[in-house]
């Protein structure tokens, strides 16, 4: 047997200015043929487990690449067709299945529906080919997806802590279907609701609940169980929450299942709404609660979290601690190429005044970019390389680019010359600097960061700052989105395209 294991991976803001072309990739990790099943193997991530079941399988395995970028605007032409054509050379030299790890939520130049295409290109190809699809909890699901693969999952935990189980268990689908012990039959839908993320914690409600309800069904028979909670900073018709159903040949409870899911996400869309706090309040709050914490305060500088696709540069939240006084402050991170430069240049120990920050225009949300002025001493020097030992991207090699800490005494400023969301605490330790002994955490996340921080926080509040990952809804202006959706629209009830689509794949 031969495997096609292979990943392509990007969540597309496309609000965002920040650019995806090939650059982006390589920056991240992008990897082609035997290099690209040398830098997963091992790690946490959906595709070391497929290649982990091909092992025990005895099988085959061509890797034709593994690529991901951090979130951003839109993928070049150029990088799409680099990751898309190397998975399509692949399977024109033959397979006997696929198995791949994506987003869902990839918009190109090309294509608002990254995925959907390149599935709909493999199936042309190759009509009968089986393929088992891993997507992030945040992919917006759409129907030239479903139909063009076999067995599609996604992840049950935001932060994305159960790659590795999600791959293992499509996988297994997948490879059971081969051998005929299972007939796979999938049902998806989804309703008119555009989810916010900052609403999609799976340790909080309303999506808590939700994943009950789908491991449940799984417990209760079905092969798979997935509620997207959807990307919403994406401008394109298939954005906002989903579900969908694997089903051993019974295509009416697929159907049933996820009617239920989508039925009980409507009926608390109000939960899914951020409810916003003007800024000096957030952070007056924070600096109350560090009077009795025994921990660290984290503040949420969500508005731009480069993980959404925010460019990493807004000054907004950092301005305002430093306004009020804030101290024992650790950040992470500032994306400024230009400030670690002048760093290095100045050396370790030496003193700076920098204009830092606020390199990026944002046309999407009417700002310009705004720096900081702060002077402080060159703390530390790095090339920004390090592996993650958290729970989230577990063994995945993480480069910062050329790093520094900028210490104004009060506040340490972790400066980066390339995007990373802080999910991990080496985003700290890595430069020198212990987050468990700071009182104040300021960093540029939504939720990932629970992978990493949640256990060591004492208190945690959200700072609305901000950038083009915003919360604020009036901020951003859609035009391909489908409509009507809530809360961009006030319904009451779900329309007529909002019900669940079944599909069977029977495997030759």
Same mark, same amino acid.
């Given at each position: 047997?031969?495997?096609?294991?292979? /990943?392509?991976?990007?969540?597309?803001?496309?609000?965002?200015?920040?650019?995806?072309?090939?650059?982006?990739?390589?920056?991240?990790?992008?990897?082609?043929?035997?290099?690209?099943?040398?830098?997963?193997?091992?790690?946490?991530?959906?595709?070391?487990?497929?290649?982990?079941?091909?092992?025990?399988?005895?099988?085959?395995?061509?890797?034709?690449?593994?690529?991901?970028?951090?979130?951003?605007?839109?993928?070049?032409?150029?990088?799409?067709?680099?990751?898309?054509?190397?998975?399509?050379?692949?399977?024109?030299?033959?397979?006997?299945?696929?198995?791949?790890?994506?987003?869902?939520?990839?918009?190109?130049?090309?294509?608002?529906?990254?995925?959907?295409?390149?599935?709909?290109?493999?199936?042309?190809?190759?009509?009968?080919?089986?393929?088992?699809?891993?997507?992030?909890?945040?992919?917006?699901?759409?129907?030239?997806?479903?139909?063009?693969?076999?067995?599609?999952?996604?992840?049950?935990?935001?932060?994305?802590?159960? /790659?590795?189980?999600?791959?293992?268990?499509?996988?297994?689908?997948?490879?059971?279907?081969?051998?005929?012990?299972?007939?796979?039959?999938?049902?998806?839908?989804?309703?008119?609701?555009?989810?916010?993320?900052?609403?999609?914690?799976?340790?909080?409600?309303?999506?808590?609940?939700?994943?009950?309800?789908?491991?449940?069904?799984?417990?209760?028979?079905?092969?798979?169980?997935?509620?997207?909670?959807?990307?919403?900073?994406?401008?394109?018709?298939?954005?906002?929450?989903?579900?969908?159903?694997?089903?051993?040949?019974?295509?009416?409870?697929?159907?049933?299942?996820?009617?239920?899911?989508?039925?009980?996400?409507?009926?608390?869309?109000?939960?899914?709404?951020y409810r916003h706090e003007p800024l000096a309040e957030a952070v007056a709050r924070a600096k109350a609660a560090a009077q009795e914490a025994k921990g660290p305060v984290l503040l949420l500088d969500h508005a731009d979290n480069v993980g959404s696709?925010?460019?990493?540069?807004? /000054?907004?939240?950092?301005?305002?601690?430093?306004?009020?006084?804030?101290?024992?402050?650790?950040?992470?991170?500032?994306?400024?190429?230009?400030?670690?430069?002048a760093m290095a240049k100045a050396g370790v120990g030496a003193t700076v005044t920098l204009r830092l920050g606020g390199r990026t225009d944002m046309p999407a949300i009417g700002r310009r970019g705004e720096p900081l002025e702060i002077t402080g001493k060159v703390r530390t020097l790095s090339d920004g390389e390090w592996v993650v030992r958290?729970?989230?991207?577990?063994?995945?090699?993480?480069?910062?680019?050329?790093?520094?800490?900028?210490?104004?005494?009060?506040?340490?400023?972790?400066?980066?010359?390339?995007?990373?969301?802080?999910?991990?605490?080496?985003?700290?330790?890595?430069?020198?600097?212990?987050?468990?002994?700071?009182?104040?955490?300021?960093?540029?996340?939504?939720?990932?960061?629970?992978?990493?921080?949640?256990?060591?926080?004492?208190?945690?509040?959200?700072?609305?700052?901000?950038?083009?990952?915003?919360?604020?809804?009036?901020?951003?202006?859609?035009?391909?989105?489908?409509?009507?959706?809530?809360?961009?629209?006030?319904?009451?009830?779900?329309?007529?395209?909002?019900?669940?689509?079944?599909?069977?794949?029977?495997?030759?």
């Amino acid at each position: 047997m031969r495997l096609l294991i292979a /990943m392509m991976k990007h969540e597309t803001n496309t609000f965002s200015p920040v650019r995806t072309d090939w650059q982006r990739f390589l920056d991240w990790g992008a990897y082609f043929g035997a290099e690209a099943r040398r830098a997963y193997e091992g790690t946490g991530m959906p595709m070391a487990a497929y290649l982990d079941l091909a092992r025990a399988a005895g099988a085959e395995v061509v890797t034709p690449v593994a690529a991901e970028a951090m979130p951003s605007g839109p993928v070049t032409a150029d990088a799409y067709e680099r990751m898309s054509g190397a998975i399509l050379e692949a399977v024109a030299e033959g397979c006997d299945a696929a198995m791949l790890d994506l987003h869902g939520a990839m918009v190109a130049e090309t294509t608002e529906d990254g995925e959907g295409t390149l599935l709909e290109r493999i199936r042309a190809a190759a009509p009968g080919l089986p393929i088992a699809v891993t997507c992030d909890l945040h992919a917006n699901l759409s129907d030239k997806m479903v139909a063009n693969c076999t067995a599609l999952i996604g992840y049950k935990t935001y932060p994305h802590t159960d /790659m590795y189980a999600v791959g293992k268990q499509v996988g297994t689908i997948l490879l059971r279907a081969l051998d005929g012990a299972v007939q796979p039959v999938m049902a998806w839908g989804r309703r008119p609701l555009l989810a916010q993320t900052l609403r999609m914690g799976t340790d909080d409600e309303p999506m808590k609940s939700l994943i009950a309800m789908a491991r449940a069904a799984e417990a209760n028979g079905l092969l798979a169980a997935t509620v997207f909670g959807g990307f919403p900073l994406a401008d394109t018709p298939a954005a906002g929450l989903s579900a969908i159903c694997i089903a051993d040949g019974d295509v009416a409870a697929a159907r049933r299942a996820t009617e239920a899911l989508l039925d009980a996400a409507w009926t608390r869309r109000g939960d899914f709404l951020y409810r916003h706090e003007p800024l000096a309040e957030a952070v007056a709050r924070a600096k109350a609660a560090a009077q009795e914490a025994k921990g660290p305060v984290l503040l949420l500088d969500h508005a731009d979290n480069v993980g959404s696709g925010g460019t990493e540069d807004v /000054m907004t939240v950092l301005g305002e601690v430093i306004r009020q006084g804030l101290e024992d402050v650790a950040v992470a991170a500032i994306c400024d190429p230009e400030a670690v430069a002048a760093m290095a240049k100045a050396g370790v120990g030496a003193t700076v005044t920098l204009r830092l920050g606020g390199r990026t225009d944002m046309p999407a949300i009417g700002r310009r970019g705004e720096p900081l002025e702060i002077t402080g001493k060159v703390r530390t020097l790095s090339d920004g390389e390090w592996v993650v030992r958290g729970p989230m991207y577990t063994g995945v090699r993480v480069s910062m680019g050329p790093s520094a800490v900028l210490d104004t005494g009060a506040v340490q400023i972790v400066v980066v010359s390339r995007h990373h969301e802080p999910w991990d605490q080496g985003v700290f330790t890595s430069l020198g600097i212990d987050p468990k002994a700071k009182r104040f955490l300021l960093l540029k996340s939504r939720i990932h960061y629970r992978a990493g921080f949640a256990p060591i926080a004492a208190a945690t509040i959200t700072c609305d700052g901000e950038g083009v990952t915003t919360s604020d809804n009036d901020r951003l202006r859609f035009t391909r989105l489908r409509r009507p959706i809530y809360p961009l629209d006030r319904l009451n009830a779900p329309p007529e395209d909002g019900g669940v689509r079944s599909r069977a794949d029977r495997l030759r």
